[in-house]
């Protein structure tokens, strides 16, 4: 099974700031086959990112995704308020899917 | 509308079962793989079966394995989830998702808590 860690578990940042998350794997994910999500609470997840860095349909340009091999990372050029969110990552490459444990992206 | 709605969660006790349905609507359902993933309170995600579109090819986490049936009724448009022999671990919020890599439609979830 390909374990996910992601981190840090929490961030405080203000709107405006630029953040960038991190996604490991305890081994390497093929074909950049690594997904990552939002959600916030109470809501349903939502996919902004597959194939390691291409936008879900109507993900604002704000977000963007890099890495291959075991180092992904998400990135929010500038976050806007409605960004406070947790943020996990999945990777589809080799079964059983797995996610990460999530990133808390909270209002400082 | 594109949409996944779930239905089916409730309380049951250790050992006892329940059935959640998922309808999609607003695209050809026969045509995706679909997932079920949980998230237990407070928690994060995690995958739980899978099944192909046509072929109904069936995938589990190993968690849930000989204990939950994935199935789905394409002339329904519905994808199912059978829950037998429940512990109490498997207390979770219940989503189905479209497609069986990555998840491009989630629904907005269904309670199971398994408790006496």
């Known amino acids: 099974e390909i374990v996910l860690t992601q981190s840090p578990g929490t961030l405080s940042l203000s709107p405006g700031e630029r953040v960038t998350l991190s996604c490991r794997a305890s081994q390497s994910v093929s074909s950049s086959y690594l997904a990552w999500y939002q959600q916030k609470p109470g809501q349903a997840p939502r996919l902004l990112i597959y194939g390691a860095s291409s936008r879900a349909t109507g993900i604002p340009d704000r977000f963007s995704g890099s890495g291959s091999g075991t180092d992904f990372t998400l990135t929010i050029s500038r976050l806007e308020p409605e960004d406070f969110a947790v943020y996990y990552c999945?990777?589809?490459?080799?079964?059983?899917?797995?996610f990460g444990g999530g990133t808390k992206v909270e209002i400082k | 509308e594109v949409q996944l709605l779930e239905s089916g969660g409730g309380l049951v006790q250790p050992g006892g079962s329940l059935r959640l349905s998922c309808a999609a609507s607003g695209f050809t359902f026969s045509t995706y793989a679909m997932t079920w993933v949980r998230q237990a309170p407070g928690k994060g995600l995690e995958w739980v079966s899978g099944l192909s579109g046509e072929d109904v090819t069936t995938y589990y986490a190993d968690s849930v394995r000989g204990r939950f049936t994935i199935s789905r009724d394409n002339s329904k448009n519905t994808l199912y989830l059978q829950m037998n022999s429940l512990r109490a671990e498997d207390t979770a919020v219940y989503y189905c998702?479209?497609?069986?890599?990555?998840?491009?439609?989630w629904g907005r979830g269904t309670l199971v808590t398994v408790s006496s």
């Open positions: 998702a479209r497609r069986g890599t990555y998840f491009d439609l």
């Open positions: 999945q990777q589809y490459g080799r079964s059983p899917l797995t």
